[in-house]
T-cell receptor, first 115, second 115 residues
Framework: AQSVTQLGSHVSVSEGALVLLRCNYSSSVPPYLFWYVQYPNQGLQLLLKYTSAATLVKGINGFEAEFKKSETSFHLTKPSAHMSDAAEYFCAVTTPGGSARQLTFGSGTQLTVLP | SAVISQKPSRDICQRGTSLTIQCQVDSQVTMMFWYRQQPGQSLTLIATANQGSEATYESGFVIDKFPISRPNLTFSTLTVSNMSPEDSSIYLC????????????FGQGTRLTVV
């Protein structure tokens, strides 16, 4: 069984400030982990993914995430927030060899960027 | 990546009616999925659309309520039947490219309001 917990359903940061969105996972086997972003009235777009290679993963739009096995975490960060980063962010987990049918999503974090 | 065209993008429907949502992909894909995203919530997998056979439904979803077609490797439809206000959600089509069994791509979603 696998699950994802996103701490904080709403996060607000000032423009230019650090963005930190938290994701903790539970998996009986080493996981594959993903961050997706959903802009208003749009579908989900893949930001980045961890598939057991480098633990620090860089994605699009300046985002990155670090896989920490000891903490079962995969937090998403960006050094400097931009107004265009305002969106909903979803963390997701699956297992190596598992199909996308087994992709489990977190409850989402709504990011607001204040001017 | 895969380009996914989903339509309609939004609709307002009367209770008791049905709505068919279309999903068109720009390349052949092995796996297509339909998700529901209820207001303020995360994504829940409805079913896997299988080409040439019946869809595989997740627990809590049935074919009579959500009939699915998959006539070829680039197209699928989801029908929401006998709608009630509780069916008001965003419905998302998702695909996994052939050769990749973990990375999912999403359409822009159909925002359905049942009145």
């Amino acid at each position: 069984a696998q699950s994802v917990t996103q701490l904080g359903s709403h996060v607000s940061v000032s423009e230019g400030a650090l963005v930190l969105l938290r994701c903790n996972y539970s998996s009986s086997v080493p996981p594959y982990l993903f961050w997706y972003v959903q802009y208003p009235n749009q579908g989900l777009q893949l930001l980045l993914k961890y598939t057991s290679a480098a633990t620090l993963v860089k994605g699009i739009n300046g985002f990155e995430a670090e896989f920490k096995k000891s903490e079962t975490s995969f937090h998403l960060t960006k050094p400097s927030a931009h107004m265009s980063d305002a969106a909903e962010y979803f963390c997701a987990v699956t297992t190596p060899g598992g199909s996308a049918r087994q992709l489990t999503f977190g409850s989402g974090t709504q990011l607001t960027v204040l001017p | 990546s895969a380009v996914i065209s989903q339509k309609p993008s939004r609709d307002i429907c009367q209770r008791g009616t049905s709505l068919t949502i279309q999903c068109q992909v720009d390349s052949q894909v092995t796996m297509m999925f339909w998700y529901r995203q209820q207001p303020g919530q995360s994504l829940t997998l409805i079913a896997t659309a299988n080409q040439g056979s019946e869809a595989t439904y997740e627990s809590g979803f049935v074919i009579d309520k959500f009939p699915i077609s998959r006539p070829n490797l680039t197209f699928s439809t989801l029908t929401v039947s006998n709608m009630s206000p509780e069916d008001s959600s965003i419905y998302l089509c998702s695909v996994v490219r052939t050769g990749s069994n973990t990375e999912a791509f999403f359409g822009q979603g159909t925002r359905l309001t049942v009145v």
